[in-house]
């Protein structure tokens, strides 16, 4: 029998359709996935806690939101004018009322008579007029006492009441004294190591001296278990906390895993009291302890409250730097023991996943870091009285 055939034009039809019906379904998939990539900027409060999520335009790499944003995150009650002819663009604002030109970077504020620049100017995209994201955190903040932080590779801007970051030196921050321990350190003690050849021990070095750094200049005493690239003992860095008499103990790490999926940062607290108030893992009830023991561990559960608040304080600050949320971790930890002071370790991240050294390995990253670190300071303390010295608990 012979094969079915068609003729030669209803055989190039169908070749045609199949052909402008893939097109179009190959489009359509475009579209949406253009669609779904459309970014969007998340406006969070003091606390993280979502205000707005505002779908934004990105322009020549700059990100551009609608003026109806000011309303969604600042000012229900914002009033709006654009004069198409002549490009302007008017803002009402509590009592203040703002003037933009299009491609101007030049904002006019009255009464007064006031002007402010701004680095990027607002223009038009899909015939309506489009404000760049430095009007929302250089600008706008000011009229509302706040201040916006601006993350933009996460494009996340956080409002806080002004003076958060920038806060004057306070009778209470400036009797505090922090220990920070960057882990590791020596020729013999490298810590964890990644594939690029970056170290544990350097990453956590350039981090404490930031930290001393920033801290030193908003009024808080802070004091480096080691300056150098010199190996330390445990005691040798539980020294430094008693001698100084600290009163908050930071110890800095990163962290590694056979998984290459494994990533994010997290923060540990040493407590110990799970080992005599739980049934032991082999059944019953755990050996006593000895008295020595028993002692360190309730010295250490004076402070727990304490060291779950400035855990939760940093895991608020550093969320904001990362899109995997950071945990906090409750267990036994040598490295935190006999630290006679709210205590805890943090770890930056996992240098065996590519994401974590890459964040690892910048420089502006670390910064960034170091100053979420600190505004987790000043949150603490300022949530609470002065912390006894390990001295004045002792007596």
């Given at each position: ?6 003729p ?20 359509w ?22 205000i707005?999520?505002?779908?934004a ?63 990027t ?21 000011d009229?509302?006492?706040l ?38 350190g020596g ?6 190591e ?11 070095l ?6 001393s ?9 802070v ?13 040798e ?43 032991s ?13 028993r002692?360190k ?12 608040d400035?855990?939760?304080a940093?895991?608020?600050e550093l ?36 994401e974590d ?9 670390i910064?960034?870091?170091a100053?979420?670190i ?22």
């Amino acid at each position: 029998m012979k094969p079915l055939s068609l003729p030669n034009r209803t055989a190039r039809n169908i070749r045609k359709t199949v052909c402008a019906l893939f097109f179009s379904v190959l489009a359509w998939i475009i579209a949406l996935n253009c669609i779904a990539q459309e970014p969007s900027v998340r406006f969070i409060d003091v606390n993280g806690a979502t205000i707005a999520e505002v779908t934004a335009q990105l322009q020549a790499e700059q990100i551009y939101l609608p003026v109806d944003a000011v309303r969604q995150v600042f000012d229900p009650d914002m009033a709006d004018q654009y004069n198409h002819p002549r490009k302007r663009l008017t803002l009402k604002i509590q009592d203040k009322q703002i003037r933009l030109q299009i491609g101007n970077p030049i904002v006019g504020i009255d009464p007064g008579g006031m002007t402010r620049n701004l680095p990027t100017p607002p223009i038009i995209i899909a015939q309506q007029p489009m404000l760049p994201i430095a009007f929302f955190t250089q600008l706008l903040p000011d009229f509302y006492n706040l201040e916006a932080l601006y993350n933009p590779n996460l494009k996340r801007v956080q409002l806080r009441p002004k003076g958060t970051w920038t806060p004057t030196r306070t009778d209470n921050s400036v009797n505090w004294t922090i220990i920070i321990d960057p882990g590791h350190g020596g020729a013999d003690d490298r810590g964890c190591e990644s594939s690029t050849g970056l170290l544990e021990k350097d990453i956590v070095l350039a981090l404490a001296k930031q930290l001393s750094s920033i801290s030193k200049a908003q009024g808080i005493q802070v004091y480096l278990t080691r300056q150098t690239d010199t190996k330390k003992t445990h005691f040798e860095r539980i020294q430094v906390a008693k001698r100084n008499q600290g009163q908050l103990f930071l110890s800095l790490h990163c962290n590694a895993s056979f998984s290459p999926h494994e990533k994010g940062i997290k923060i540990y607290l040493n407590n110990l009291k799970g080992y005599f108030r739980f049934p032991s893992s082999r059944g019953g009830v755990a050996p006593p302890l000895q008295t020595g023991q028993r002692l360190k561990i309730l010295a250490q559960a004076d402070f727990l409250k304490q060291s779950q608040d400035f855990a939760h304080a940093l895991q608020t600050e550093l969320n904001f730097l990362t899109e995997t949320p950071v945990e906090i971790i409750e267990l036994p930890l040598v490295a935190l023991s006999e630290t006679y002071m709210p205590a805890v370790l943090l770890e930056l991240g996992y240098l065996s996943n590519v994401e974590d050294l890459e964040k690892l390995s910048n420089v502006e990253y670390i910064t960034g870091v170091a100053e979420a670190i600190v505004r987790a300071f000043q949150r603490y303390i300022s949530s609470i009285s002065p912390s006894p010295t390990a001295l004045e608990q002792a007596q």
